[in-house]
């Protein structure tokens, strides 16, 4: 086989691709402050970080939904790195875990020879996303003592931007959907890190393998369930919203996020979409990078 020629724009893409992801995934685990469940299932946990060296007195809350292509081995202990990196910045932040997807392949995809997990659970990771998000108020001032509530936001990476921007939409869900919120979520808004925001494009662009083809099932349950989770169709929001995306993103392409900018403006709603020059998918949530300083950025100007 010949060597990847330096020259091929996807090769560089793809080492690039692979240093980042080493990097990112290289921090070791941060243990949290605290952790308290919002069910009795096993993943419905929270795990609470409370700002270093200063008073969680007064502090804002980031809600932190972790991405993984909504695949079981992806759980929230990868971001725990960026979560502490957001306490040591005097954030407070709740890293959610929610149900995934089933450890084993699809028929079609045991048939195509492919061993990846099945992406997401339905309706279940949903579910979990709107009940943590509910408890929340109730969890978070035992664990974070004087943590600020009113100034909470909600970010997420990935498949997690995806449920971040959702669950800032809860309230425009159609009205027989049983996550609807009857009035729109007490936040300071919605910083979504190159997330999964259009599905439909999603799908056309096979973004992750497949896996939101396998969250949402076929055609018929795509249509249907795409009205209640597509942040894309779930515009205008009236919430505050920023979406963080790098142009050299191979894992979920800048297009992605720029169909729901646009889907947005459409909608009558302006969106703030920050494009990060000579990044990838993973910098975002990688302590050791620029990227990720911009991230806290954005996030403090919502919150602050």
């Given amino acids: 086989m010949p060597e990847a020629n330096a ?18 995934f290289a921090h070791p685990a941060v243990a949290p402050d605290a952790t308290a469940a919002y069910g009795e299932h096993p993943d419905q946990l ?71 997990p099945v992406a997401g659970r339905w309706p279940e990771t949903f579910d979990d996303v709107a009940a943590a998000m509910d408890a929340l108020p109730r969890l978070a001032p035992p664990a974070l003592p004087g943590v600020d509530l ?36 007490v936040l300071r808004g919605v910083v979504a890190l190159a997330p999964i925001a259009d599905l439909a494009l999603s799908v056309e662009l096979d973004v ?28 205008p929001t009236g919430m505050a919203t920023t979406v963080v995306h790098g ?12 169909s729901f900018v646009t889907a947005a403006a459409k909608a009558g709603e302006t969106v703030g979409l920050t494009l990060l020059e000579d990044v990838g998918h993973f910098p975002l949530i990688d302590p050791a990078t620029d990227a990720c300083a911009v991230v806290m950025e954005e996030l403090a100007q919502l919150a602050w």
Avoid: K
Avoid at 87 to 104: H, L
């Fill in 150 to 185: 009113r100034r909470t936001v909600v970010t997420g990476h990935s498949a997690g931007g995806q449920l971040a921007l959702w669950a800032a939409a809860r309230h425009v869900l159609p009205a027989d959907s049983p996550w609807r919120l009857a009035r729109p979520p």
């Fill in 247 to 258: 142009r050299d993103d191979i894992v979920v392409p800048v297009a992605v996020s720029e």
């Fill in 7 to 24: 020259s091929d724009p996807s090769a560089a893409a793809a080492a690039r691709d692979a240093v980042e992801s080493a990097s990112a």
């Fill in 46 to 116: 929270v795990d609470f970080y409370a700002p270093r060296d200063v008073p969680t007195e007064g502090a804002p809350l980031v809600v932190l939904l972790h991405g993984g292509a909504w695949r079981t081995p992806y759980d929230r202990v990868h971001v725990s790195p960026f979560a502490d990196f957001l306490a040591r910045r005097g954030f407070a932040v709740a890293n959610v875990e929610y149900r995934r997807g089933r450890e084993g392949a699809l028929p079609q995809q045991r048939a195509a020879g492919q061993a990846a």
């Fill in 208 to 235: 992750c393998g497949g896996a939101v083809g396998q969250l949402m099932g076929d055609a018929a349950d795509f249509a249907q369930r795409s009205a209640a989770v597509d942040p894309a169709l779930l515009l």
